[in-house]
């Protein structure tokens, strides 16, 4: 059975950091490109960051770059969102996704496994 857990979200305020986790069982880690997408209220999911599989390759949406950080420990199964300087309109609920791939897509529709979600909240 597979499972992608987050972690991290939580409430802060516009400027702060916080830093996501998402730990994964049930797949062998070390073969996927992970990814974090986001879904606002009333809009649809959207694309965030993706680490390949070997982590040499990143990808970030446009309104993060500069800002958030993807890395990843194949040993660990474990992927991370370090965010920073956090703005009111990142407030979303976080995913991280799996995707079976050598190279990382920014559609959700190509990932395979979904965690629950995480939510962040950036107050101003």
């Known amino acids: 059975q597979v499972q992608l857990v987050e972690s991290g979200g939580g409430l802060v305020q516009a400027g702060g950091s916080l830093r996501l986790s998402c730990t994964a069982s049930g797949i062998t880690f070390s073969l996927y490109t992970m990814g974090w997408f986001c879904q606002a209220p009333g809009k649809e999911r959207e694309f965030v960051a993706a680490?390949?599989?070997?982590?040499?390759?990143?990808y970030y949406a446009d309104s993060v770059k500069g800002r958030f950080t993807i890395s990843r420990d194949n040993a660990k199964n474990t992927v991370t969102l370090q965010m920073n300087s956090l703005k009111p309109e990142d407030t979303a609920l976080y995913y991280c996704?799996?995707?079976?791939?050598?190279?990382?897509?920014?559609?959700?529709?190509?990932?395979?496994?979904w965690g629950q979600g995480t939510q962040v909240t950036v107050s101003s």
């Open positions: 996704a799996a995707d079976h791939a050598l190279y990382g897509s920014k559609e959700a529709a190509d990932y395979d496994y």
């Open positions: 680490i390949k599989w070997n982590g040499g390759m990143t």
